[in-house]
């Protein structure tokens, strides 16, 4: 008969399973942190390229405050002569004079500011990857400085709108965009018209208005256009830390 002996087992130490332990904790947090320094280099690289995006918008945005600034100054002075015409009551003496300027001058210009990146630098937490509180500040100042052109220059046109329904019953505006007649050199026939007092009074009114949306925006794209500038130089900066 034969007799089998169960091999002796030594007992692992109290220090043995502690060491065990610890190279099993150390590991899984090695592990953990290499994954955090991994995910934070990763966000940090993507913060990177939505801050060289923001930038790319705003050189954009110059483009586009230095073409609406020229459309502005170019109607300013075709305001101040629709309203000299009406006011020296010479509407019906240089008519076709004027249906050029009030075709010319009664467009409205819509001015749009598109910055979509921002959303993404705010959507995705990558602000909190810039450190330069000056920069945040500076990206924070021109958002409002935007909002804030973009607001009133909607409210001056809502105005205006509201009101050409009534310039309609006053002035002959029958042939104004007409499609088929419409391109360069274009000029609308009007047939004469008498005015009121009042009705003379309410069309310099109305025209002063479209003066005062055009110096008023001249003076914020300007400031908005410095913002901009100084905000690409301080982003450029930052890129290339």
């Known amino acids: 008969m034969e007799v089998h002996h169960h091999p002796h087992v030594e007992k692992k130490g109290f220090k043995e399973y502690f060491l065990e332990f610890l ?7 090695m592990g953990f942190v290499a994954e955090n320094v991994r995910e934070h280099f990763s966000e940090k690289k993507i913060a990177h390229q939505h801050l060289e995006d923001y930038r790319n918008d705003l050189l954009q945005n110059q483009k586009e405050f230095e073409h609406d600034s ?36 009664q467009l409205n210009v819509v001015v749009t500011i598109n910055t979509p990146t921002y959303d993404q630098l705010i959507s995705s937490g990558s602000m909190r990857f810039i450190e330069n509180k000056q920069l945040k500040d500076s990206i924070s100042n021109y958002r409002t400085l935007s909002n804030d052109l973009v607001d009133y220059n909607d409210r001056i046109i809502t105005s205006l709108n509201n009101q050409l329904g009534e310039i309609g019953k006053i002035e002959d505006m029958h042939d104004f ?5 419409g391109g360069y050199g274009y000029t609308p026939e009007m047939n004469p018209f008498t005015l009121t007092p009042g009705q003379r009074n309410f069309i310099i009114e109305y025209n002063k208005l479209f003066t005062i949306e055009a110096l008023v925006l001249l003076r914020r794209i300007k400031a908005l256009l410095k913002s901009n500038k100084s905000l690409v130089a301080m982003i450029g900066k930052e890129l290339n830390n």
């Open 70 to 105: 020229s459309r502005f100054e170019s109607l300013l002075p075709v305001y101040d002569s629709i309203v000299s015409v009406f006011y020296t009551k010479n509407e019906n003496k240089e008519l076709t004079v004027l249906s050029r300027l009030l075709l010319a001058g």
């Open 23 to 29: 190279m099993i904790f150390l590991a899984v947090t």
């Open 177 to 181: 965009w007409n499609r088929e007649k």
